[in-house]
Nanobody, 120 residues
Framework: QVQLVESGGGLVQAGGSLRLSCAAS????????MGWYRQTPGKQRELVAR???????NYAESAKGRFTISRDNAKNTVYLQMNSLKPEDTAVYYC??????????????WGQGTQVTVSS
């Protein structure tokens, strides 16, 4: 039905930048929100950034001023531009989208995860 495919992760030195992408495919009627979450090996999950249908943005305190979430509605794609990366940003990053596959069926999907490793 709906698939989220993430890309853009990798290994980067502290102070560097990465841009994550998450493209949705399948039957999508509407998207209410898109977001990026990250998890450490200890399975802690936290919100990194989120953007809703009104383009309202929320960021984790640790991401403010360094990360920018954006979207391309025509492509059903959400991006996370990460600048000034720190070793503590190292995590598996997961894309999330919530919306409706049709007028009466909501969805809440997650991407497969992409590893971001920041070396010092």
């Amino acid at each position: 039905q709906v698939q989220l495919v993430e890309s853009g992760g990798g290994l980067v030195q502290a102070g560097g930048s990465l841009r994550l992408s998450c493209a949705a495919s399948g039957t999508i009627f509407s998207i209410n929100a898109m977001g990026w979450y990250r998890q450490t090996p200890g399975k802690q999950r936290e919100l990194v950034a989120r953007i809703d249908s009104g383009a309202n943005r929320n960021y984790a305190e640790s991401a403010k001023g360094r990360f920018t979430i954006s979207r391309d509605n025509a492509k059903n794609t959400v991006y996370l531009q990460m600048n000034s990366l720190k070793p503590e940003d190292t995590a598996v990053y997961y894309c999330n989208m919530v919306g409706y596959s049709d007028s009466v069926h909501p969805f809440d999907y997650w991407g497969q995860g992409t590893q971001v490793t920041v070396s010092s």
